[in-house]
């Protein structure tokens, strides 16, 4: 328990605090406050389980600041006074005080009022914790399913998430010895905290979190995430709306955290194609090959910052980031950065960043950094010789597969080698001829041409690079094992 001491006269106040310790009763800290400012500020900071406090000490202009400060963070109340008057019994009673002792003060009579104090908030404790772990018997199970838990008119429900995990426990504990305006139901999870707040306005609810929001920061420096559910009418059940703040906590994703969001403002989350198309794709391996940063920027603050026509659903955006890290992994094969040990193990950290952090913007800036240094690496690479001109043979194909009139001599010359070395090397490494290779990068466009789009089988024909759609056809049925149409079709 905590103690605090307030009383004008120092030699009492340490007086006192001696007394107390010679008996022996377990403290985990006494705190002393020597006049009415000080005592405010130990109050609200220190919220003390029993306070002993001098009435002479509150100014008779102050009184109601005081009584408000200790109903709210006080817990017993012992008065002292020098005065037996029944002013100072008044102010006692008003205190809802368990004793008024007269100075001087009897040691056995401090040591009577003290001992039964703790005794019986020990025991009101031990009675409402037996009380709340029943309670929360009941209610734990109505967050994951229906059921006939009785409801309150007004009740709310805040979802706390906290920056790191780690502190669940810690922030738990703390919002257990919280000043709440009513008596709230806290229920630790996994990765968030459930509270319960019965007899909430709406307005009331909001004011609450942004109170936490902000004494979290300050008193055990948590940034937080609060996701407000009225739960108002009894017919919406505890479970319909712990599943909707879960929906709720995903704007994490988006907004970070030292943020509140109502349930009703959360919008249905957007579904998407989270790979890159063949189009997007060749833009990529442009940029990397040019290194060119601000192109790079421009289009991942465009894809993961601006979202005009809705959120997309976080997930699918993570996937989206590892199919760009995966086209990262091969400009890295072309210059053979995979075989430096402190790029490599880079590589391994974004692509846990991908997963792990909660904070969009902040995996772009590290994918942003990491790209950066990669192009660095590159260009170093580059001055040296030491690139993998099959790697950027196989880029150069895939960026100009679409044209009919490609061959194996112009993506030589593009890598400064002779067409026979170029065969045989991309032959060894790749298992594929040059042809074989064109081929595989043709069909899998046309795929998705005929899957994704309305072009005639004719015009995937010309847009894969092919000027006799006969021809196209045949060798799409032995590529794939049926027609164009057929592919279609199914």
């Not at 008024?100 to 009579?109: E, G, M, N």
């Not at 006939?148 to 805040?158: A, N, T």
Request: a negative charge; aromatic letters at 10%.
């Amino acid at each position: 328990m905590r103690l605090l001491i307030a009383d004008r006269d120092s030699m009492e106040r340490t007086g006192l605090e001696w007394l107390i310790t010679s008996y022996s009763m377990r403290f985990s800290e006494i705190r002393q406050s020597g006049d009415m400012a000080a005592l405010i500020k130990e109050l609200e900071e220190y919220q003390p389980d029993i306070l002993i406090v001098e009435l002479e000490m509150i100014p008779s202009g102050s009184w109601d600041i005081f009584i408000r400060a200790a109903e709210r963070y006080a817990g017993a109340i012992i008065a002292l006074t020098a005065e037996a008057v029944f002013e100072r019994a008044w102010q006692a009673i008003q205190l809802q005080a368990t004793g008024l002792l007269i100075k001087p003060l009897s040691p056995d009579r401090i040591r009577q009022t003290l001992t039964a104090v703790v005794r019986n908030k020990r025991k009101k404790e031990g009675e409402r914790a037996g009380s709340e772990k029943e309670t929360l018997q009941h209610l734990y199970p109505s967050l994951f399913y229906d059921t006939d838990v009785p409801l309150s008119e007004g009740m709310g429900m805040m979802v706390v998430h906290p920056e790191d995990r780690e502190e669940i426990r810690e922030l738990a504990e703390w919002m257990e010895n919280y000043s709440f305006v009513q008596q709230a139901h806290i229920l630790p999870l996994r990765e968030h905290i459930v509270c319960l707040l019965p007899a909430y306005t709406s307005e009331m609810l909001y004011q609450e979190a942004q109170r936490l929001v902000r004494e979290a920061l300050g008193r055990t420096g948590s940034k937080l995430f609060i996701a407000l559910s009225p739960i108002g009418h009894p017919s919406n059940s505890i479970h319909t709306c712990y599943e909707r703040a879960l929906q709720a906590v995903k704007m994490i994703f988006f907004k970070g955290h030292q943020q509140i969001v109502l349930i009703q403002e959360v919008p249905v989350f957007l579904d998407m194609d989270p790979f890159l198309t063949p189009a997007e794709q060749r833009v990529w391996m442009a940029m990397l090959e040019e290194g060119d940063k601000v192109a790079i920027k421009r289009w991942l603050y465009e894809q993961f910052t601006e979202f005009p026509e809705g959120f997309p659903e976080p997930e699918l955006l993570r996937i989206r980031l590892t199919s760009i890290l995966a086209h990262l992994r091969r400009f890295m094969q072309t210059y053979q950065l995979e075989k430096i040990p402190q790029v490599e193990i880079r590589y391994q950290e974004i692509f846990q960043t991908i997963l792990h952090v909660p904070v969009l913007f902040r995996i772009v800036q590290e994918i942003l950094l990491f790209i950066y240094d990669i192009l660095q690496e590159a260009s170093n690479q580059k001055e040296h010789a030491h690139g993998d001109f099959i790697e950027r043979g196989l880029r150069y194909i895939d960026e100009h597969f679409h044209r009919s009139d490609l061959s194996l001599e112009e993506v030589a010359n593009y890598v400064q080698r002779s067409p026979s070395y170029f065969s045989h090397m991309l032959s060894v490494k790749r298992a594929q001829t040059f042809r074989q290779y064109v081929t595989d990068v043709r069909m899998k466009q046309a795929k998705h041409l005929l899957s994704t789009s309305s072009l005639t089988v004719r015009e995937v024909s010309f847009a894969v690079g092919y000027d006799d759609p006969n021809y196209f056809s045949r060798l799409f049925k032995e590529y794939t094992g049926c027609s164009p149409r057929a592919w279609r079709q199914k």
